[in-house]
C-alpha cells in the first residue's frame, strides 16, 4: 500500500512539482485515522463475539479454545450439497438481479424508450415495501394453490401445476426479483453520470452499437457491477426467508437453513453454531474482496466525473423502443403490479383464500379499520422513523468521507474500506446478540432504549453506505479537486465543496436505501427493542408469527404508501440536484 | 443512622407490622398478599418478556393488572429463542432487565444457568401437579395441545384421518406438511408423541413408512405450517397447536383440527427471574396470572387456562384424559430429550 501511494505521489510531483505544497496529505492522514478509531469500535467488537462464538466452547463453567465447532458443523449430513445449493442460489440470484436491473437502468438512462417513469415508480415502491411481505406475495402468486396454477388447472382441466415454484429455481427467481430495484438505483445513478467521449469515441472509430455497449458502457459500468454482483451474492448465501418458505418445500437445503436448524436443536439458541458459519463466510468473503480490490485498483480509469461539461447522450432505439418499452412494462408488472394486486387482495380477507369467486363474498374492510383504530402503531412510527433517519444520516456521512479517502489513495483508508464490508457476514442474530453483550458489559444506559438499535443498524448498513459512496466516488476525477487546491483551497475544503456536491446523487440514493431498509428490517429490531424502543418491525413480525397474514399485508400496504411518498419526494429532490449540477435534461 | 431517621424507620416498621396484623386477623390466607402488594406497589412497575401475541393477550393481560393494582407492566414479545436469549445475556451481565418471563421451553436452560427465582405464589396448591414445577421454579400458565390439523376443503369433514396409520394412506403423498425445525411444535415433537405412544421399536418403523409419503418440511413456526394449510398449499399440517384452528375456524376459514390419540400437550410456564429490578411487582404479577381473574383472560383470549375451574371456551380442546389423551412433557422433559427427537426425525426424513 504504502510503496503505491509513494509512486503515486512521484508521479504527481513529476507532473507538477507546486501540487505537492496544496495537498498535504499528513491533514487526511489524521482524519483516516479517526474515521478508523470510529469504524473499528463499531465493527471490532461484533467481530471480536463472532470469533469468540466459533471457537471457544463451555463446559462447566469453563470457557476453552476449540475448533469443536468447526468439525461439528461439517459432519453434519449433507452439508456440503447444501453449500453447493446455496453457492448457486447467491450466483443465480446475483445473475437474475444484475440482469434484471441493469437492463432496465440501461434503458431508462442511455436510451429514447418511453415509459420511463414506470421503472422509477416500481424501484421506489419496492424499496419501500417490507420484505416479508414481497417474499409472500410472490409466493401467494406462484405457489400451488396460486392463482396462476390454479387457472391452469381450470383452463386445461389438469391437476397438476404449470409452475412449480418450491425448488433451487423459484428460488433464485423470486430472491433475484427482490434484489433487482437496487441494482437498478445503483448502476442508473453510474450510468446517469457518464462521460459519453469515450463512446463516442468508439463509434467514430467505425464499432457498432453493440459493440460499443460490449467494449466501452459495459467495461466502465464494471467496478459497480462487480460490487453489486458481490452484494447481492452474499445478501442471498445468507438469506433465510426465501429458502425456508420456498426452497424446503422442495427439498433444496442451503447453508442457512441447515444452520438454523443446528442453532436452534439447542435452548436458548446456540449462536456459536451461527457465528461458527459467519466466520467461513467472512473467509469467502475476504477472497472475493481482494480480486474484487484488484480489479478496481486503478480507480482512476473509472473515473467519468471529470472537469470537462458533458451531456450523456441517449441511444435513439428506433423501432427497438416498442420491444424495449415492453420490458419496461413487463419489469412493472412483475415487479409492482401483480405483488401489489395480491397483497391488496389478501388485505380484503379475513383469513387468506387464493384468488377465486367463492371468496369475494368474504372481502371486508375490517383488517384497515384494526390497522386504523389501534393508537400503537402511531407511537411505533415515531420510533421507526426516528432510528430510520439518524441511522441512514450517520452512515452515510461516515461511509462518504471514507470512500474520499479510499479513492484518493490516502494511506490507511483502504482499511476502511474493508473494515466497512466486513459487516456484510453478520447474520442478523449474530449481530443482534454481539451488539446486545457489548452495551450489557459497557453500560453506557443505552441497553434497552433504540439507540442500540440505532447502533446495530449502523453497523449492519455500513457496507451499502460503503457501496454507494464507492461508486459514486470513483466516478469523480481527482483533477476537480487539484483545481480547487490549486486555487487555495485545503482538502478538506476541496471535499465539502467539490466532491460532495457531485456525491450527492449517490449519497442520496444510499441514504434512501438506508432509510427505506432500516424502517422494514424484522431481526434486529425483535432482538434489540426494551419496553419503550418497540418498532414497526416487531409489530409486523408480531402479525406475522401470528397468523395475521391479511391484517399484515394491510399495514404492510399503508406503510408501503408511506413510504412511497417519502422516497419519491426524496427521490425529486435528487433528480433536481442531479439536473443543477450535470446539466441533464 | 441518624436520631431521626431511625425514628422514622422504626415508626414505619411498627405501622407496617400493624397493617400486617389487621390484615392477618381480617384475611388470614391473604396476609402474605398485603405484604406483596405494598411492597409491589413501591416498586411501581415490572418488565415482562413475553412470547404471548400482543394485542390476543399480553396487553389485555398488562391493562387488568395496572387498572387492579397501579402498577404498571413493561411488556418485551419475542419468541422463545430471543425471550431466552435476552435473559441469558442479560443474567451473564449482572443486568437483569427482565423480572418476569414466559415461554414453552427456555424455562429449563435458563434454570440451568441460575438465572430463574425459586418463587412460586401460594396459589398455585390448587392446580393440578403436573403443572407446577416439583422444585418451585415455574408454574404453568396455559396448555398447548398439539394436534393435526386440515383444510376442510380439500379433505371432507369425516372423512379425515383419525389415527396413526391412517396418516399412511397413499391419498396423502406430497399432501401433509409439518414445522422442520428442532421445536415442540415442529417435526420432532410428533416425533415424541409417536415415540411415546407405540413405543421405540413400533414408532420407529412408523416414521420409516411416514417418510415416504414425503412430508414436506418448512423452517417457519407453526403457526405458518397452518396458514400454508389454509391457503390450500398442503392438505394436512402434522403437529399444529389445536387453538389455533379454532380462532381461525371462528373467522370462516376453513381448516378443523384432529383429536388423534395421543396428542402432544406442552406448558407455557412462567417465573420470576433471579436479581429482578422489581421482585415484587413481578411477583404480583405472576401471582395475578395464575389466579382465577387473570386464567380468565387467558380463556377469553381463546387459550387453554390452567385452573380446573376456568374452563376453555371450547371445552372439547382440552383432553379429558378418557376420550382425548394426551402425552404430556415438561419444559425439562423436553430440554432433555429434544436433541434425541431431532436427531431421529432427521436421520428419517431428511
Known amino acids: ?585 | 443512622m441518624s436520631h431521626g431517621a431511625a425514628r422514622v424507620f422504626a415508626r414505619a416498621w411498627l405501622a407496617s407490622l400493624c397493617l400486617l396484623a389487621v390484615a392477618a386477623l381480617s384475611h388470614p390466607a391473604r396476609a402474605a398478599d398485603a405484604a406483596l402488594i405494598a411492597a409491589a406497589k413501591k416498586e411501581g412497575q415490572l418488565t415482562w418478556y413475553t412470547t404471548q401475541i400482543i394485542n390476543q393477550f399480553a396487553r389485555p393481560a398488562a391493562e387488568a393488572f395496572e387498572k387492579k393494582y397501579g402498577i404498571k407492566v413493561n411488556y418485551v414479545r419475542a419468541n422463545s429463542n430471543e425471550v431466552a436469549l435476552r435473559v441469558l445475556n442479560e443474567g451473564r451481565a449482572r443486568n437483569m432487565q427482565a423480572d418476569v418471563f414466559d415461554g414453552t421451553t427456555a424455562t429449563a436452560s435458563l434454570k440451568k444457568e441460575g438465572l430463574v427465582a425459586k418463587w412460586l405464589p401460594d396459589n398455585v396448591s390448587r392446580l393440578p401437579k403436573e403443572y407446577v414445577d416439583q422444585e418451585g421454579y415455574w408454574v404453568a400458565t396455559n396448555l398447548y395441545v398439539l394436534t393435526p390439523g386440515y383444510n376442510t376443503e380439500l379433505v371432507k369433514k369425516g372423512s379425515e384421518p383419525r389415527t396413526f396409520q391412517d396418516l399412511l394412506d397413499p391419498k396423502y403423498k406430497g399432501k401433509l406438511v409439518w414445522n422442520s425445525t428442532s421445536s415442540s411444535s415442529a417435526a420432532p415433537g410428533f416425533v415424541a408423541v409417536v415415540l411415546a405412544s407405540m413405543g421405540e421399536e413400533k414408532g420407529t418403523a412408523y416414521l420409516r413408512e411416514l417418510a415416504k409419503q414425503n412430508v414436506a418440511g418448512l423452517a417457519v413456526a407453526a403457526r405458518q405450517v397452518l396458514d400454508q394449510v389454509i391457503a390450500g398449499e398442503y392438505a394436512i399440517a402434522l403437529n399444529i397447536f389445536n387453538n389455533h384452528a379454532v380462532i381461525s375456524a371462528a373467522k370462516g376459514a376453513p381448516v378443523d383440527w384432529i383429536p388423534m390419540q395421543p396428542a402432544l400437550g406442552v406448558l407455557s410456564v412462567i417465573s420470576v427471574t433471579k436479581d429482578a429490578p422489581h421482585p415484587n411487582a413481578g411477583r404480583l404479577f405472576l401471582e395475578f396470572l395464575i389466579s382465577e381473574e387473570g386464567q380468565k383472560i387467558y380463556r377469553a383470549a381463546d387459550y387453554l387456562p390452567v385452573d380446573p375451574n376456568v374452563p376453555p371456551k371450547d371445552l372439547s380442546l382440552r383432553p379429558d384424559g378418557e376420550k382425548f389423551k394426551v402425552v404430556f412433557k415438561t419444559p425439562e422433559e423436553i430440554d432433555r430429550e429434544m436433541p434425541r427427537w431431532t436427531q431421529l426425525y432427521q436421520s428419517i426424513f431428511r
Open chain 1, 1 to 585: 500500500m504504502t510503496t503505491e501511494w509513494t509512486a503515486n505521489n512521484e508521479r504527481e510531483l513529476v507532473e507538477d512539482r507546486s501540487l505537492r505544497r496544496f495537498l498535504p496529505q499528513d491533514e487526511r492522514v489524521i482524519f483516516a485515522l479517526l474515521l478508523g478509531v470510529v469504524f473499528a469500535a463499531l465493527v471490532l467488537p461484533p467481530l471480536f463475539f463472532l470469533a469468540k462464538g466459533a471457537l471457544t466452547v463451555t463446559a462447566d463453567g469453563v470457557t476453552r479454545f476449540s475448533l469443536e465447532r468447526f468439525t461439528r458443523i461439517l459432519a453434519e449430513r449433507g452439508i456440503w450439497t447444501s453449500a453447493l445449493n446455496s453457492v448457486l442460489f447467491a450466483l443465480g440470484s446475483a445473475v437474475l438481479a444484475i440482469l434484471i436491473g441493469g437492463v432496465n437502468a440501461w434503458l431508462v438512462e442511455r436510451t429514447d424508450t418511453p415509459f420511463k417513469p414506470l421503472a422509477y415508480l416500481t424501484t421506489i415502491i419496492s424499496l419501500g415495501t417490507p420484505y416479508v411481505l414481497y417474499t409472500s406475495a410472490w409466493l401467494l402468486l406462484l405457489a400451488r394453490s396460486g392463482p396462476i396454477n390454479s387457472w391452469y388447472r381450470e383452463v386445461t382441466g389438469e391437476t397438476g401445476v404449470l409452475i412449480n415454484v418450491y425448488g433451487l429455481g423459484g428460488m433464485i427467481l423470486i430472491e433475484g426479483l427482490l434484489w433487482s430495484p437496487l441494482v437498478f438505483l445503483l448502476l442508473g445513478s453510474t450510468l446517469r453520470n457518464f462521460n459519453p467521449e469515450l463512446e463516442e469515441a468508439a463509434r467514430m472509430s467505425g464499432a457498432g452499437t453493440f459493440d460499443t455497449i460490449r467494449r466501452i458502457t459495459m467495461r466502465l459500468s464494471l467496478p459497480s457491477i462487480l460490487a453489486l454482483a458481490m452484494l447481492v451474492f452474499i445478501r442471498s448465501i445468507e438469506a433465510f426467508e426465501v429458502p425456508a418458505l420456498v426452497g424446503l418445500p422442495g427439498r433444496v437445503h442451503v447453508l442457512t437453513t441447515d444452520i438454523y436448524d443446528l442453532m436452534h436443536r439447542t435452548m436458548p439458541p446456540d449462536i456459536g453454531s451461527a457465528s461458527t458459519l459467519s466466520l467461513v463466510l467472512l473467509g469467502v468473503v475476504a477472497v472475493l474482496l481482494y480480486y474484487y480490490g484488484r480489479m478496481t485498483r486503478n480507480a482512476e480509469k473509472f473515473a467519468t466525473i471529470t472537469g470537462k461539461s458533458f451531456r450523456p447522450n441517449k441511444l435513439a432505439l428506433g423501432w427497438m423502443r416498442y420491444p424495449a418499452a415492453a420490458i419496461l412494462v413487463l419489469n412493472f408488472l412483475l415487479l409492482l403490479v401483480l405483488p401489489i394486486l395480491i397483497l391488496v387482495w389478501a388485505s380484503l380477507l379475513p383469513f387468506y383464500q387464493t384468488v377465486r369467486s367463492s371468496a369475494f363474498r368474504l372481502l371486508t374492510f375490517e383488517n384497515y379499520a384494526r390497522v386504523f383504530e389501534s393508537d400503537r402503531y402511531l407511537y411505533l412510527l415515531g420510533n421507526t422513523f426516528l432510528i430510520a433517519i439518524v441511522t441512514a444520516t450517520v452512515v452515510m456521512s461516515l461511509t462518504a468521507v471514507a470512500a474520499w479517502l479510499t479513492v484518493r489513495r490516502v494511506p490507511g483508508a483502504k482499511a476502511l474500506d474493508q473494515l466497512g464490508t466486513v459487516p456484510l457476514v453478520f447474520p442478523g442474530i449474530v449481530l443482534g446478540v454481539g451488539v446486545m453483550q457489548l452495551f450489557l458489559q459497557v453500560p453506557i444506559g443505552i441497553y434497552g432504549t433504540i439507540w442500540i438499535i440505532v447502533w446495530a443498524f449502523v453497523i449492519n448498513y455500513l457496507p451499502y453506505g460503503t457501496r454507494y459512496s464507492f461508486a459514486g466516488m470513483l466516478q469523480v476525477h481527482r483533477e476537480l479537486e487539484e483545481a480547487a487546491a490549486i486555487s487555495g483551497a485545503s482538502p478538506f475544503t476541496g471535499f465539502r465543496r467539490v466532491v460532495m456536491p457531485l456525491l450527492a446523487p449517490s449519497l442520496i440514493a444510499g441514504w434512501l436505501f438506508i432509510f427505506l431498509l432500516a424502517t422494514r428490517v424484522l431481526a434486529l429490531p425483535v432482538l434489540l427493542s426494551g419496553p419503550s424502543s418497540q418498532t414497526m418491525a416487531v409489530a409486523m413480525f408480531d402479525l406475522w408469527s401470528n397468523g395475521q397474514g391479511p391484517e399484515l399485508a394491510a399495514l404492510g400496504l399503508l406503510w408501503s404508501l408511506a413510504m412511497t411518498t417519502i422516497a419519491l419526494i426524496f427521490y425529486f429532490f435528487a433528480r433536481r440536484s442531479g439536473v443543477g449540477m450535470y446539466g441533464q435534461a
